[in-house]
C-alpha cells in the first residue's frame, strides 16, 4: 500500500509533533489539537521538504507561498517560533519503513525545484563573483540585503531608519528612542567634541552621521557599500542643512584614502567582512586614525568558540546575510589588540538587540500589507522569519552583541584618556 503525506510525515515527526499537516493530497498527520497547522498546498512543496529535510526545505516551501501556516502573524511569528522550535525533531524510520517512505514518494520527489527568487545558492556556486569578501562578492552580498527598497525599510526601521541594536535606556522607551540613546552612547563613549573628524564605516542610511554632527559638532564621513543607502543618506543629510559637514559616500571601507581622523564607528560592519579579515580591517581602520584616536566596534557575537561554527547553508546565510560571519568577542577584541589598539571597554547589549529585533517585527507586522506590496510576499515572509528568529536567538544567549571600545596607541605609549570616563547618564 502507499503511504499518504500524512502517514510519511507521522513517521518522521511522530504523533505527538507540536504542529498538525494538511497536505494536497487531502490526508493529514499530527495532534489534531496542536496550536500550529500547516497547509502543504502542492508537490512542488512536498519536493522542497523532501530534498532539504529540516529548516531550508521549511523556509522554501513557505517563502514561495507553497506551505501556509494557518493563524500565523507573517511579520511577527516569535510566537510560533519558540514554540516549535524546541519540541520538533526529526526520528529517523526503521529500513524498511525508509523504504516504503521512498517507494511511495516516488523518483520525481527527489528532484529539487528550482531554488526561491530570493535564495543565494551555496558559497561554491558563487566563486563567479568573485572570493569571499573581495571587494566584488562583498558589493554583491550588501546590495542583496541592503538595496531591497528604502520604502520598505521605513516600514520595518521607523523613522530613524537605523539599522542597528537599539540600547534602550528605560524599560518603557520606544525604538526610537532607545536608538538615538544608542547613537549617543556611542558618541560619548567615542569623546566626541566640536571640531573633531568622524569616520563612520558601514554607515547605512547615516544616522550615526547625522547624530554626531547635529548634536556633537563634528564633521563626519560615512561610508556604505549600499548604493540606495549613500542616496538617501546624502538627501537626508541636504533636508537638514548638513552639506559641507556630513557626507555619505558610496564606497567600500577599503577605498577610504583620508585619514588623521579623531575617532572611527564601526555599527554593524563587523559581520561582513569575514573572521580571516580581521587583522586587515582593524590595521586599516587604525591607519585611518590619529595617535591616540577612538574606535567604536559595535557587532554581532558569537558566545564561545565551543558554541558552533555559523551554519554557511541554513536561513541566515542564504535568504538574509550572504558571506555573513560571526566571531566571539574574544576574537574581535585580540585582533583589534594586535594591531595597536588598547581596549578601554567591552559591553554586551544582547538583551537590547532582542528588543529591537521584536520591535522592528512588531511594525512589519502592523505594516505588513503594505511591505508586500512594497517588496514582495517572499521578501516580507523571509524578513518575518529573520526578525523573529533573530530575537529568540539574542534572548536565548545563541548570539551576542558587543560593543568594543579601543583606543590607537601613540608613540611610546602616550595616550590621553579620561581616568574614569562616564558614558551614562
Known amino acids: 500500500m502507499s503511504l499518504t503525506i500524512g502517514m510519511i510525515v507521522d513517521e518522521i515527526f511522530g504523533l505527538d509533533a507540536p ?49 501556509d501556516i ?5 511579520g511577527d511569528p516569535y510566537e510560533l517560533i519558540d514554540t516549535v522550535k524546541d519540541a520538533l525533531s526529526v526520528r529517523i524510520p526503521e529500513p524498511r519503513k525508509v523504504k516504503e517512505i521512498v517507494a511511495s514518494l516516488g523518483p520525481k520527489m ?41 520604502a520598505f525599510y521605513e516600514l ?14 528605560r524599560d518603557d522607551a520606544t525604538l526610537e528612542e532607545a536608538q538615538e540613546h544608542k547613537f549617543d552612547l556611542v558618541a560619548r563613549k567615542l569623546g566626541l567634541r566640536p ?56 564606497s567600500d571601507y577599503r577605498d577610504v584614502t583620508e585619514s588623521g581622523f579623531d575617532a572611527v564607528s564601526s555599527i554593524g560592519l563587523t559581520e561582513h567582512i ?7 580591517y582593524f590595521a586599516f581602520l587604525s591607519e585611518r586614525l590619529r595617535d591616540g584616536g577612538l574606535l567604536l566596534n559595535h557587532s554581532i557575537t558569537r558566545p564561545s568558540t565551543a558554541y558552533g561554527s555559523v551554519q554557511r547553508g541554513g536561513f541566515i546565510n542564504r535568504y538574509v546575510f550572504p558571506d555573513g560571519e560571526l566571531a566571539p568577542v574574544g576574537a574581535i577584541i585580540t585582533a583589534m589588540a594586535e594591531q595597536g589598539f588598547e581596549i578601554r571597554h567591552a559591553e554586551d547589549l544582547r538583551e537590547h538587540y532582542a ?12 505594516n ?51 581616568l574614569r570616563p562616564r558614558f551614562e547618564d
Not at 494536497?24 to 522542497?48: C, F, I, P, Q
Not at 560615512?222 to 543607502?229: H, M, N, P
Not at 569575514?274 to 586587515?280: A, L, M, Q, R, S
Open 19 to 67: 504542529f498538525r499537516l494538511k497536505a494536497y493530497d487531502g490526508s493529514s498527520s499530527g495532534d489534531d489539537n496542536a496550536v500550529v497547522t500547516m497547509h502543504l498546498k502542492n508537490e512542488r512543496g512536498l519536493r522542497y521538504l523532501v530534498t532539504a529535510p529540516g529548516e531550508l526545505g521549511v523556509v522554501r516551501a513557505y517563502v514561495q507561498g507553497d506551505l
Open 70 to 74: 494557518v493563524g500565523l502573524d507573517e
Open 110 to 150: 527527489f528532484v529539487p525545484p528550482a531554488l526561491p527568487e530570493l535564495e543565494n545558492p551555496p558559497g561554491w556556486r558563487r566563486l563567479a563573483e568573485g572570493l569571499r569578501h573581495s571587494k566584488e562578492r562583498d558589493a554583491r552580498a550588501i546590495s542583496h540585503h541592503y538595496d531591497v527598497s528604502s
Open 156 to 169: 520595518v526601521l521607523g523613522p530613524s531608519m537605523a539599522y542597528t541594536c537599539a540600547c534602550y535606556p
Open 195 to 250: 571640531g573633531m573628524r568622524l569616520l563612520d564605516v558601514g554607515c547605512g542610511w547615516g544616522g550615526m552621521v547625522r547624530h554626531a554632527v547635529r548634536n556633537y559638532g563634528v564633521t563626519a564621513l560615512g561610508v556604505t557599500l549600499s548604493r540606495e543607502q549613500a542616496a538617501y543618506g546624502q538627501e537626508w543629510i541636504e533636508r537638514e542643512g548638513l552639506r559641507g559637514r556630513a557626507e555619505i559616500r558610496h
Open 274 to 280: 569575514g573572521v580571516k579579515n580581521y587583522p586587515g
Open 355 to 366: 528588543r529591537t529585533c521584536r520591535a522592528w517585527a512588531r511594525n512589519l507586522s502592523a
Open 368 to 418: 505588513y500589507a503594505a511591505a508586500v506590496s512594497e517588496a514582495g510576499q517572499s521578501a516580507a515572509r523571509v524578513w518575518g522569519l529573520y526578525l523573529a528568529g533573530s530575537s529568540l536567538g539574542f534572548a536565548r544567549n545563541e548570539i551576542q552583541l558587543h560593543q568594543v571600545l579601543g583606543q590607537k596607541v601613540g608613540a611610546e605609549g602616550v595616550t590621553v584618556y579620561p
